[in-house]
Structure formats: structure tokens, C-alpha cells
Nanobody, 118 residues
Framework: VQLQASGGGLVQAGGSLRVSCAAT????????MGWYRQAPGKEREMVAV???????NYADSVEGRFTISRDNAKNTVYLQMNSLKPEDTAVYYC?????????????WGQGTLVTVSS
């Protein structure tokens, strides 16, 4: 599975950005896709995840500001980020996860930088 992310960039606090990520290759029909982020000097953390069935999970820090969605026909996941804060500055990584053969497999995109200026 290969992941290609796009979007990101520089935005002022209070602004909005959207990032997207397309998965290609040997896609399993039941999977999770999501976004994680890593700020300088910090560990990577989950931002939002959506299952192929449509269930969504958000980090408390982004709940109500970020919206994750997916297009299963395109194997693409989107993250709409509104009311951005300087603390949202990080490299955002797309993740694809499936559990085929009862084994968890994770794939990661190359990361896209989101910078929020104050």
C-alpha cells in the first residue's frame, strides 16, 4: 500500500486548511485511514481516524475543529482543519491500517507540514 498526501502549508491562526491522502496498491476492503501528527520535540499522536464503515475518532485537542472524511471509491481520506491554532503546527502523517490475516499492518505517507502562525 502506498500513500500520497497533499495539502498543508502555512496559515494564520484562526484559518483553515485541508489535507488529503490517497491510498493505492493492495487495499483491503476493511481498513482504517487517518491522520497523525508530530510536532518538534514531541511524539507522534493520533489526530483523527475513520474506519471503512464510517466510524470516526478524534483527539480531544481537535474535536469540534477538525473533520475527517473519506471516499471509499477513491481510497482517499480528507482532513478539514478549521480554527487552527499555533499548537496545531506539526508534520501531519497519513496512515492506512488493516487487519487482514488477523495481523495489523500500518502504512504511512511521507508527511506534510502544517504551520500555523500566531
Amino acid at each position: 500500500v502506498q500513500l500520497q498526501a497533499s495539502g498543508g502549508g502555512l496559515v494564520q491562526a484562526g484559518g483553515s486548511l485541508r489535507v488529503s491522502c490517497a491510498a493505492t496498491g493492495n487495499i483491503f476492503s476493511i481498513n482504517d485511514m487517518g491522520w497523525y501528527r508530530q510536532a518538534p520535540g514531541k511524539e507522534r499522536e493520533m489526530v483523527a481516524v475513520v474506519t471503512s464503515g464510517g466510524s470516526k475518532n478524534y483527539a480531544d485537542s481537535v474535536e469540534g475543529r477538525f473533520t475527517i472524511s473519506r471516499d471509499n471509491a477513491k481510497n482517499t481520506v480528507y482532513l478539514q482543519m478549521n480554527s487552527l491554532k499555533p499548537e496545531d503546527t506539526a508534520v501531519y502523517y497519513c496512515n492506512y491500517r488493516d487487519y487482514r490475516f488477523a495481523t495489523r499492518s500500518d502504512y504511512w505517507g511521507q508527511g506534510t507540514l502544517v504551520t500555523v502562525s500566531s
